[in-house]
């Protein structure tokens, strides 16, 4: 069973450092979401996470450290990774980089690439536990493999309880979306996942465009699946979604944004409000918890309201489109 803790109890970081150390299951704030750490150069430790999320394993691992440097060790820094580096870490940002021979990180957590994943988290107390620990921690979403990514401790537990060792409580994430992906390879930047850091604040530090997604092979040799974790259904609730609704339909609950309502809004199921004031940066803090809010037994379908796609909308759209996906 899983010991939920608060994280700022005292002693709560050593004890979550000490259960990592040993091969356990940690799942901690990020600034993103919650994500479910393991010691990155642990093999076993790293198939334990595999097997609780229940995740296929050809689906690789971020790696997460507490600073540039140990960044280093890990993987090869062209202009483009120390300019965004230096730009955005800590932060909302996972860069995609060769993996140096030296890496010390088990090879199950790059599923046989010759890339590497890597995130500095700004998340205090993700910090902490990264300085306590003194080794890279690999971490995806704290949620069961194809659900929603958990905002709060509550969502972990709902889909993870008695999978993991730990849950650090340090209430709801601010960002609520996770990490924008880019790989920095050879003279290419490419952005293989929209996330809480948007499109327009990297290309702003680089000075350039970003290459599209579907241009931008991820192993070095342009041999591996492109963006392993990008499957098409994905953070799934359970309730089927219909994006750009306009009127609400019977037995629907509502996904709403801004400030109007939908034609037939008093007939809904359920209404939650990504922000009333419009406002994309409070919508994706929202996202995740109001879907799983709204996800209930008696909803025969969540209507998503239109949102607009700049900045963060982006990657909320990104999210939503998956969740809507029919599912394998
Ligand atoms: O915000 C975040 O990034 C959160 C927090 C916990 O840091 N983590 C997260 O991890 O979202 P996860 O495992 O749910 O998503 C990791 C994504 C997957 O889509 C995976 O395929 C991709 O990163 N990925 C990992 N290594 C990769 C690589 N070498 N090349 C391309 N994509 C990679
Ligand atoms: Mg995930």
Known sequence: MAQRCSASEHG????????????????????????????????????????????????????????????RALALFNADAETLAAA???????????????????????????????????????QALLARLGKPVVAPSAN?????????????LADLSNRIDLVLDAGPTPVGLESSIVACLGDTVALLRPGGLPRAAIERALGRAVTATSEMPVAADGAAPRAPGMLASHYAPRARLRLDADAVRPGEAVLAFG????????????????????????????????????????????????????????AINDRLARAAAPRT
């Not at 493999?145 to 958990?150: K, L, M, Q, T």
């Open 88 to 126: 955005f870490w800590p932060g909302p940002l996972t860069l995609v980089l060769p993996k140096r021979d030296t890496c010390p990180v088990a090879a199950l957590a790059t599923a046989g690439l010759d890339t590497i994943a890597v995130r500095v988290p700004a998340h205090p107390v993700a």
């Open 144 to 156: 069961r493999s194809g659900h929603v990514s958990p905002t709060t401790a509550n969502h972990v």
């Open 259 to 314: 400030p109007n309502d939908l034609p037939g809004a008093e007939r809904a199921a359920m209404t939650l409000n990504l922000s009333a004031a419009g406002d994309l940066v409070e919508a994706a803090a929202n996202l995740f918890s109001h879907l799983r809010a709204l996800d209930r037994a008696d909803v025969v379908a969540i209507a998503v309201m239109p949102v607009p796609h700049e900045g963060l909308g982006e």
């Open 12 to 71: 709560a970081i050593e004890e979550a450092a000490r259960i990592l150390a040993s091969g356990g299951l940690v799942a901690f704030p990020t600034e993103t979401v919650y994500g479910l750490g393991a010691d990155a150069t642990n093999a076993a430790a790293v198939a334990r996470l595999y097997a609780a999320k229940g995740r296929p394993s050809f689906n690789p691992l971020i790696t997460h450290v507490g600073a540039i440097a140990a960044a």
